[in-house]
């Protein structure tokens, strides 16, 4: 008589794998998006605070020169002592926004608006309602 051996399986099959990759992939497919989204929008978001805090730095330079609301364009060395100490915006030498793009500035009577560029690249996560009232219209 022949004795028979029993084989063990120790491991996974081919096809097992392959069903466990397909549902990771599947997962990925459906988180990726949402996440690159919300990075979008908190990008947005940064930069509308930043614009912000360019607006109140206006104010307290036009308040503080005695300025007005005047048609006088004030440069970013004009702003940055207005802006607290260690922050992001006080470092920047040139008043780029997170893409490098310029802030908007304005003169003292209007706020100041997102670069048309940055508007362009968060168009698809923060539309105009979104950027009010620094939008471009």
């Known amino acids: 008589m022949k004795s028979r051996t029993l084989r063990s399986s120790k491991g996974f099959t081919l096809v097992e794998i392959m069903i466990v990759v397909a549902i990771i992939a599947l997962l990925a497919?459906?988180?990726?998006?949402?996440?690159?989204?919300?990075?979008?929008?908190?990008q947005g978001t940064t930069m509308k605070n930043d614009l912000r805090l360019i607006d109140a730095a206006k104010d307290q330079y036009a308040i503080e020169q005695n300025k007005g609301t005047t048609s006088l364009v004030p440069n970013w060395a004009d702003l940055t002592p207005y802006f607290k100490p260690g922050s992001k915006l006080q470092s920047q030498?040139?008043?780029l926004d997170l893409f490098g793009n310029t802030y908007v500035?304005?003169?003292l009577s209007t706020t100041p608006?997102?670069?048309a560029t940055t508007y362009g690249q968060l168009s698809d996560v923060c539309d105009t309602a979104f950027w009010s009232p620094f939008n471009q219209n």
């Open 105 to 107: 500035i304005g003169d």
């Open 113 to 115: 608006k997102v670069n």
């Open 29 to 42: 497919a459906i988180a990726v998006p949402g996440f690159l989204r919300a990075r979008k929008r908190s």
């Open 93 to 95: 030498a040139s008043g």
